[in-house]
C-alpha cells in the first residue's frame, strides 16, 4: 500500500519558516518525482515545487526563492524549506510522487496534505 505522510504544517506569522515533511511507503522512492503542491480555499490546487528522481528541481514562478524542495532517498523524504512566509503561502500543502512504470502506466500518487497557516 502506498502511503505520503505529510509533517511539518502549522501557524506562523508573517516573516517566519516552516519546514514540511512528506515520508512515502510502499514505493521505490529513488524512481519517483516528489512534488509539493498547495491549494488555497476557493482556488485551484497549483504546484509549488518538484524534484526529479536526479534531483533536478523546478519551482513556481512566484515562489521568487523563497521556497526549496530536497530529497533524502535513504529516508524516503522530501522536504519543502519555506522561508519568508506570507499570507498568500496559507493553503493546504499536498506532497505528490509521480513515476512512469516499465509497464508504460503513469503512477501518481497524493498525500492528505498539511495545513499552513501564515497570520500574525
Known amino acids: 500500500q502506498v502511503r505520503l505522510v505529510e509533517s511539518g504544517g502549522g501557524l506562523v506569522q508573517p516573516g517566519g519558516s516552516l519546514r514540511l515533511s512528506c515520508a512515502a511507503s510502499?514505493?521505490?522512492?529513488?524512481?519517483?518525482?516528489m512534488g509539493w503542491y498547495r491549494q488555497a480555499p476557493g482556488k485551484q490546487r497549483e504546484l509549488v515545487a518538484r524534484?526529479?528522481?536526479?534531483?533536478?528541481?523546478t519551482y513556481s514562478n512566484s515562489l521568487k526563492g523563497r521556497f526549496t524542495i530536497s530529497r533524502d532517498n535513504a529516508k524516503n523524504t522530501v522536504y519543502l524549506q519555506m522561508n519568508s512566509l506570507i499570507p498568500e503561502d496559507t493553503a493546504l500543502y499536498y506532497c505528490?510522487?509521480?513515476?512512469?512504470?516499465?509497464?508504460?502506466?503513469?503512477?501518481?500518487?497524493w498525500g492528505q496534505g498539511t495545513q499552513v497557516t501564515v497570520s500574525s
Open positions: 505528490n510522487a509521480d513515476a512512469w512504470g516499465r509497464d508504460g502506466l503513469r503512477y501518481d500518487y
Open positions: 510502499g514505493i521505490t522512492f529513488a524512481i519517483y518525482a
Open positions: 524534484i526529479t528522481s536526479d534531483g533536478r528541481t
